[in-house]
C-alpha cells in the first residue's frame, strides 16, 4: 500500500511538473507575440492595443534582415475581385507593403489609419500597399469594409509566402530600383512604422544629411502630391469620392447653351 | 514577369509594368467605397484593362483619367475598354483582332482623352472573339515614342482574349439598337463613363467569360 501511495505522489509530482512547464512555454509564446504587437487576449474589444494607459510600451520589432529573402512583385485580387498586379521590382520609387489582416486587433489601428486618417505620410515617399491574404483565407466583406479608399489593397497569399510575413501586422519596404528588401518589421502603431522605416532608409544611406530622402531617389515634386493630397482631402470632406458623377460633369451653369436657349 | 487574367483577357507584364484587369460594378451589385455607385438600372459593364509603367492610382477613370499625369517621358499606359458585345459588328468595330504591334506613326499629341503637353496618344477600335474593343495607349514623351513603343508591343504581343462567356440573360435579344451604343468618332474618348452604359437593355449584362458577377 505504501508502495503505491508513493508511486501516486512521484506520477502526480510529474504530471504538476508537467503543467508548470506548459504553463511556462504558453506565457512566453503569448509574451513574445504581444511584443510583435499580436494581442491573443480573448477580453480585448478587437479595436486595438493600444489603449493601455502609462507609460509607452514600444511594440515594434525590427526583424534581421533574411539575405535568401528577395522582393516579388504582389500579384492578387482586388477586395471587389478584380485582377491586380503591383510593380515592386523595377518601380522607380519605395514601395511600403502592409501585411494586415481583418482578424486581429492590431491590424484594424493600421486599417483605420490608412482609411480615415487623412493622407498617410510616408516616409521617403514610399507607395503604400496593403496586402491581406486570398479570399480563401479571408473575409472579403471585412476586407471590402476596412481597405482605404485612395490606397491599393491586394489580396494574395502568394505576397505573404513570397516576403516570409511572421506575424500580423507586418511592414516590409522594398527598393525598386535594386529590388531589395531594406527594411522590415512589426508594430502596432503608425508611428512606429514611420520610426523603423526612417532607420531602415537611413541604414540604405538613402537620407541625406536633413534626414531627407536624396535627391536622385526622389520622385514627384512634394509640392506636387501636398496639392493632390489637400485636393483629395477637400473632396472627400465634401462627400465627392472617386467614381462620383459630379466628377466627370459639367455643372449645369457651365453647360453649353442648348438651340432653344440660344 | 506577372500574369493577370480576369473577364475573359490576360497579359504577361515585364519588370516594372504593373496592372489591373476589372469591371465597374453592374446595376444592383453590392460595391465597396473604392469603386464608386453602382451602374444604373439598364446599364451593363464590361472588362477593363489598365497596364503601366506607372504607379496606377485607385480610382482612376476608364480611360486612365487620373493616371496619365504621372507619366514619366519613357513612361507608357495602356487602356483595353470592351464595349457592349452588340457593337462588335458595328462598322467602328470592323477591325479584326487585338492590334499587337503598334507603330510609332500610330502616335500623335492630339490623339488623348485630354491634352498633356508632351504626350502623346493613340487608339484601335476592333472587335475580337465577338467582343468590341478600344485600345487607347499613352507615351509619356511623343518625342520617346521610337524607344517606348516597342516596349508597349512587349506587352501587347502577351495580350489574349477569350469569347464571351454569354450569360443566360444575355441569349435573350436585346430591344434597343446596338449602334447607339458604339461611339459615333474615331477622336480620343471624350469621357470617362462607358457609352454602353446610356442604351443597352437591362437584359445584356453580358459577363464576358465568367458567368460569376465580377469574379475573375
Redesign the interface.
Known sequence: MAVLVTLLAVVLALLALLVAGLLRSHAEILRALHQLGVDMDPASDGTGVTTAVGAPVVRSAQVPKRPSRTAA?V?G???????????V?????LTLLAFLSSGCGSCHAFWDVFRDGGPVEVPGGA?LVCVSKDPSEESVASI??L???????VMSSAAWAAYDVPVAPFFVLVDGASGDVIGEGAANEWGQVQSLLRTALDDAGLLDRKGNLRADRAG?PRADAQREARADRDLLAAGI?????SL?SLPSAELPPTAESG | MTELAAHGIEVTLPAGWEGRVFKRPGAGEVTSAAEGAPAAAGESTNAVVHVATIPLPIGVGDFASGAVDDLGRDDALIVLFEYDPASADQPLFQASGLPKRLSPDDFSPTMLQRTIRGQAGSQKFFHDQGRAFCLYVVLGAFANRRRVVPQVNDVLSTMTIAAATPSASAIEPTTSAPSTTAPTTTSAPTTTTEPTTTTTAPTTTTAPATTTTGAP
Open positions: 512583385d500579384v485580387t482586388t477586395p471587389e475581385h478584380d485582377a491586380i498586379s503591383i510593380a521590382i523595377g518601380a522607380k520609387q507607395r471590402r469594409r481597405a482605404p479608399l485612395d490606397i491599393p489593397t514627384k469620392k472617386p467614381g462620383d458623377p466627370y
